[in-house]
């Protein structure tokens, strides 16, 4: 890119508990080939290469997954595939890269990137992300990424638009996270409100000023994080201060008080995607991410079956002949270890279950 270097961090701590029981603690759902014969992380990676080298990912996981994704991403730098100590949100884990990089290019541009989307048109999604640079190489702009929603979805975050600034660049004049159904409904209604994908784009200046200005007592630890970085106490200053930061996300950490001061006056744009998105944020919208005419097939990922009245499923068994008979919009996953029955209307609820395998103590389970 001209002018500016391009850097894609990619977060990757999560563990993807709605996909059990294929994903684990130390197989999450990023790691996991849901899309394509290649993972998740790894389908994130290819698509921003043609954006920026190799040695200009980051990559931010955990300690149960850096060396799984280190194997899967051997184009990348390891020593740029960092594990928190401890899970800490996306503020600080995404405010560390900007410290890092603040520091080695101060002209950098960064991109935030969650490792798990499917994204239908690539060459969009890079022209959008191109163009999101270029906005906030340009000053102190913070670019995001907007979906358009197709439901009144609860479990995605909201971004208000105003007019644009430019064309196909809307001002952004709130984001909201999580709302009730009723309000989701008035949102899609209006017209003006798009899913907040989770990807955004900033200088590294930029996002380190705004989390010293907001996050005031957790801004000087990462900066002495990153201030050690590629030194021998980094290792050991990681793990001592980076527990100390704040456990917050960088939507309620830098974006929702910045957008506080009004359309226009925060520097804050939202680029409506023209690629198709998805997050599969479950087993249901895996179904229907490979069912996506909707017309009740079944989805089964079996050596071979046999259906018989049978609609609507969500199978996956490896090695085994399966046969489907006479049950509607099931979910069933089988794993050496582990057998998941439920419905395609509660597979949101799965993530309970791991939940209560923790509780017990259950390790070889999670």
């Known amino acids: 890119m001209a002018n500016f270097n391009f850097y894609p961090v990619i977060l990757a701590g ?79 884990a995404i405010g560390l890269a900007a410290f890092l990089l603040a520091r080695r290019d101060p002209d950098a541009a960064i ?38 929603p197709t439901r009144a979805e609860t479990g995605y975050g909201y971004i208000e638009v105003g007019g644009e600034s430019a064309k196909g660049v809307r001002h952004v004049r709130r984001f909201t996270e999580k709302p009730s159904a009723d309000v989701a409904e008035r949102f899609v209604k209006a017209g003006n409100f798009f899913w907040n994908s989770g990807m955004f784009v900033w200088g590294a200046r930029t996002l380190a000023g705004a989390l010293r200005e907001h996050l005031p007592k957790t801004a000087p630890l990462l900066e002495e994080i990153a201030a050690s970085y590629g030194s021998r106490k980094f290792e050991k200053t990681f793990a001592k201060l980076y527990p100390q930061c704040e456990n917050i996300s960088v939507d309620y950490a830098v974006l929702e008080p910045r957008s506080a001061k009004g359309e226009g006056k925060s520097g ?87 939940k209560y395998l923790d509780e017990q103590k259950m390790k070889k389970l999670v």
């Not at 290469?49 to 980051?58: I, S, T, V």
């Not at 479950?282 to 079944?298: F, I, K, M, Q």
């Not at 996953?333 to 509660?346: C, H, S, Y």
């Open 14 to 92: 999560g563990r993807g508990t709605r996909f059990w029981p294929l994903s684990r603690k130390r197989m999450a759902k990023q790691l996991l080939p849901l899309n394509s014969k290649k993972s998740m992380i790894q389908e994130t990676v290819e698509r921003l290469l043609p954006l920026a080298r190799a040695k200009q990912f980051w990559v931010i996981t955990n300690d149960d997954l850096r060396e799984p994704i280190v194997r899967q991403l051997k184009k990348l730098d390891k020593k740029k595939i960092l594990a928190e100590p401890l899970g800490r949100n996306t503020a600080p």
């Open 111 to 148: 991109g935030m990137f969650p490792s798990d989307h499917v994204i239908a048109n690539e060459k969009r999604f890079r022209d959008d992300i191109k163009r999101a640079a270029e906005i906030a190489a340009s000053g102190p702009n913070i670019v995001v990424i907007g979906i358009k």
């Open 268 to 354: 804050i744009y939202c680029i409506p995607a023209s690629f198709g998105w998805n997050d599969l944020g479950s087993w249901t919208a895996l179904y229907e991410h490979r069912n996506p005419t909707n017309d009740g097939a079944n989805v089964i990922q079996a050596e071979q079956s046999f259906t018989l009245n049978a609609h609507g499923n969500f199978i996956h068994s490896n090695g085994k002949f399966v046969a489907v008979v006479g049950v509607n919009d099931l979910v069933v996953v089988e794993t050496d270890d582990a057998l998941l029955i439920t419905t395609r209307e509660n597979s949101q609820d799965v993530g309970k279950v791991v």
